[in-house]
């Protein structure tokens, strides 16, 4: 269930025409809601306001997440780096190129030796 949708039902306890009519809105902007568009600042306050007037104790967590519902977490901490092996992985051999303890001195040779006839 929607954050909007819980406040209509459970906190104000109306349809959706006469939560738009409170809020200053169209029923269709209350539906549009209800789908998970977000209500601007401005509704948000409108819709808080109708609360207060008609002395319904406000909350404005609830624009944000349903109560009783679990809210999923972000992961915390640092960023995980790519699998060995992946093609963004800096420690990966490239694509073609064998893995191994030589692998990390192919292209020495072809250098060592360019740079020896450079010399002569």
């Keep these: 269930m929607s954050a909007i949708r819980h406040i209509r039902l459970h906190i104000f306890g109306v349809t959706q025409a006469e939560f738009a009519a409170l809020a200053g809105v169209t029923q269709a902007s209350v539906s549009r809601w209800e789908a998970g568009v977000a209500p601007s600042l401005d509704d948000m306050r409108a819709i808080r306001e109708a609360a207060i007037a008609r002395g319904i104790a406000w909350d404005d ?18 960023p995980q780096r790519a699998a060995a092996g992946h093609c963004n992985d800096f420690d990966a051999a490239p694509p073609g190129v064998a893995a191994g303890p030589d692998a990390s001195q192919a292209g020495a040779g072809l250098s060592n030796q360019r740079n020896q006839e450079m010399a002569e």
């Design 61 to 78: 967590a609830w624009f944000f997440a349903v109560p009783g519902e679990a809210v999923a977490a972000e992961p915390v901490g640092e």
